[in-house]
T-cell receptor, first 115, second 117 residues
Framework: AQTVTQSQPEMSVQEAETVTLSCTYD???????LFWYKQPPSRQMILVIR??????QNATENRFSVNFQKAAKSFSLKISDSQLGDAAMYFC????????????FGKGTRLHILP | GAVVSQHPSRVICKSGTSVKIECRSL??????MFWYRQFPKQSLMLMAT?????????EQGVEKDKFLINHASLTLSTLTVTSAHPEDSSFYIC?????????????FGAGTRLSVL
């Protein structure tokens, strides 16, 4: 069975600085999807970024980028120029390629932004 | 991204009553919808997966007679908490995927906070 591990329960970063959130996963599949979701205090889950395992190029979305290391089964999220609105719980997630397959979430990392 | 609407956002009910939560995909056809439960400061726990027109698949330990799920159309799924008790108080979140807009991606509703008195 697949598992997703986020080893940092909480992290803090100064506003305008860069922070990296770690995520590792375990799977025997060769094709899959990886996601980072953000859950702010409103508790609305927001898709931040996604990566398809067959793509070697790391995904980027504005200030958010990932470092995808397939062999190491690592999928870290880098947030550049951190803003107060980035404060949230961040969940790393894994999904198999089958239609309708469920997502497996990590336990989350709470990110604090220090003004 | 795609939009998923969840209603109500908050509900307070008396013990023994039933509560229905709706989840709608507004701009895409959701062939699959998911229902989660989230306890404070914890990750999301998948309760069940539903495909349009067929019975939901429940995760181990989730009572299907307690949590009734209906996915009658490609844009609507409902979760009914039957004979609710205080231990059912929680935050419930739905998500949907399907079509070209939400292919291989789950988009989430804003969640429903259920308080059972």
């Amino acid at each position: 069975a697949q598992t997703v591990t986020q080893s940092q329960p909480e992290m803090s970063v100064q506003e305008a600085e860069t922070v990296t959130l770690s995520c590792t996963y375990d799977t025997s599949e060769s094709d899959y999807y990886l996601f980072w979701y953000k859950q702010p205090p409103s508790r609305q889950m927001i898709l931040v970024i996604r990566q398809e395992a067959y793509k070697q190029q790391n995904a980027t979305e504005n200030r958010f980028s990932v470092n995808f290391q397939k062999a190491a089964k690592s999928f870290s999220l880098k947030i550049s120029d951190s803003q107060l609105g980035d404060a949230a719980m961040y969940f790393c997630a894994y999904r198999s390629p089958g239609v309708g397959d469920k997502i497996i979430f990590g336990k989350g990392t709470r990110l604090h932004i220090l003004p | 991204g795609a939009v998923v609407s969840q209603h109500p956002s908050r509900v307070i009910c008396k013990s023994g009553t039933s509560v229905k939560i709706e989840c709608r995909s507004l701009d895409f056809q959701a062939t699959t919808m998911f229902w989660y439960r989230q306890f404070p400061k914890q990750s999301l726990m998948l309760m069940a997966t539903s495909n349009e027109g067929s019975k939901a698949t429940y995760e181990q330990g989730v009572e299907k007679d307690k949590f009734l799920i209906n996915h009658a159309s490609l844009t609507l799924s409902t979760l009914t908490v039957t004979s609710a008790h205080p231990e059912d108080s929680s935050f419930y979140i739905c998500s949907a995927s399907g079509g070209l807009v939400a292919k291989n991606i789950q988009y989430f509703g804003a969640g429903t906070r259920l308080s059972v008195l």
